[in-house]
């Protein structure tokens, strides 16, 4: 069952992608893996791999040799759950380089929406603060029907139990439609973009008819009556990822802070 917060959108903007940081959740599930992957078969031999254990507390938690604790895991669960986010990524990444299971840690990654993947051995970055900047925005200076639906389409995209990709995906083309209302009077997104080329209501700075029709096709795989916001087949399901969800959010946010902008260029409230 949802919290009262995930019920009502009162979900932080930076839970879409964890970019320069690690939550809790997510160092919870990184420590239970690591655990069950390296830590439980070094206890049942722990000779063998007494080097690899020492190397990771001297060369990756700057203790020293001679304090080598009995009870190593324990100090590595308190590390872990406490040290600075990318400190742990180096653990991990070393952790994999001497048995790999970056598959398996891919999958918490995706689970809990960090911005980091396992990459041919390396954890590299697939997100950057600077699209986090833009839903920010989007949701702080949009009217109470954007940041509802743009805060609907952040709750579905980062449920970390039951994420719902496709409807995250509505509610995102939602918010658009929502902003474009009172601009152009039209309540879809086609209709308004059909306004915006015809009124030139964007102060002439990005009315071209091809800039407004790629928005149109962007969103239109979507909008019409066999894609996604209809319940149709044109999209397939398994097409309707994490990523491709999280993209629409960024780019409608991006364009709702595109027309703040150029209304406020225009003085129009």
């Given at each position: 069952?949802?919290?009262?917060?995930?019920?009502?959108?009162?979900?932080?903007?930076?839970?879409?992608?964890?970019?320069?940081?690690?939550?809790?959740?997510?160092?919870?599930?990184?420590?239970?893996?690591?655990?069950?992957?390296?830590?439980?078969?070094?206890?049942?031999?722990?000779?063998?791999?007494?080097?690899?254990?020492?190397?990771?507390?001297?060369?990756?938690?700057?203790?020293?040799?001679?304090?080598?604790?009995?009870?190593?895991?324990?100090?590595?669960?308190?590390?872990?759950?406490?040290?600075?986010?990318?400190?742990?990524?180096?653990?991990?990444?070393?952790?994999?380089?001497?048995?790999?299971?970056?598959?398996?840690?891919?999958?918490?990654?995706?689970?809990?929406?960090?911005?980091?993947?396992?990459?041919?051995?390396?954890?590299?970055?697939?997100?950057?603060?600077?699209?986090?900047?833009?839903?920010?925005?989007?949701?702080?200076?949009?009217?109470?029907?954007?940041?509802?639906?743009?805060?609907?389409?952040?709750?579905?995209?980062?449920?970390?139990?039951?994420?719902?990709?496709?409807?995250?995906?509505?509610?995102?083309?939602?918010?658009?439609?929502?902003?474009?209302?009172?601009?152009?009077?039209?309540?879809?997104?086609?209709?308004?973009?059909?306004?915006?080329?015809?009124?030139?209501?964007?102060?002439?700075?990005?009315?071209?008819?091809?800039?407004?029709g790629a928005w149109s096709q962007l969103y239109g795989w979507s909008s019409d009556e066999s894609g996604i916001r209809h319940g149709g087949e044109t999209v397939p399901h398994e097409a309707i990822t994490q990523a491709l969800a999280r993209y629409v959010l960024i780019t409608c946010s991006a364009f709702i802070?595109?027309?703040?902008?150029?209304?406020?260029?225009?003085?129009?409230?």
């Amino acid at each position: 069952m949802q919290s009262f917060s995930e019920r009502y959108g009162h979900v932080p903007v930076r839970s879409v992608v964890q970019v320069g940081q690690m939550d809790s959740p997510l160092r919870t599930e990184l420590w239970n893996l690591t655990h069950q992957l390296y830590v439980k078969p070094v206890q049942a031999s722990y000779g063998a791999d007494f080097d690899h254990l020492q190397y990771i507390w001297t060369g990756l938690m700057g203790k020293e040799i001679d304090r080598f604790p009995p009870f190593f895991h324990n100090e590595l669960k308190q590390w872990t759950l406490s040290e600075e986010w990318n400190r742990v990524y180096d653990l991990l990444e070393y952790l994999t380089f001497h048995k790999d299971h970056s598959d398996l840690y891919n999958e918490v990654l995706v689970k809990h929406l960090a911005g980091y993947r396992f990459l041919n051995g390396c954890i590299v970055p697939i997100s950057d603060s600077h699209e986090i900047t833009e839903i920010e925005a989007a949701v702080t200076t949009g009217s109470d029907p954007v940041k509802h639906h743009l805060q609907q389409a952040i709750q579905l995209l980062s449920d970390r139990d039951t994420p719902d990709y496709p409807n995250s995906i509505k509610e995102s083309i939602a918010a658009v439609e929502a902003f474009l209302v009172p601009i152009t009077g039209k309540n879809t997104l086609g209709q308004a973009l059909t306004e915006l080329k015809s009124k030139r209501v964007a102060a002439g700075r990005f009315e071209h008819r091809a800039l407004l029709g790629a928005w149109s096709q962007l969103y239109g795989w979507s909008s019409d009556e066999s894609g996604i916001r209809h319940g149709g087949e044109t999209v397939p399901h398994e097409a309707i990822t994490q990523a491709l969800a999280r993209y629409v959010l960024i780019t409608c946010s991006a364009f709702i802070n595109l027309m703040t902008a150029e209304q406020a260029a225009l003085g129009t409230p």
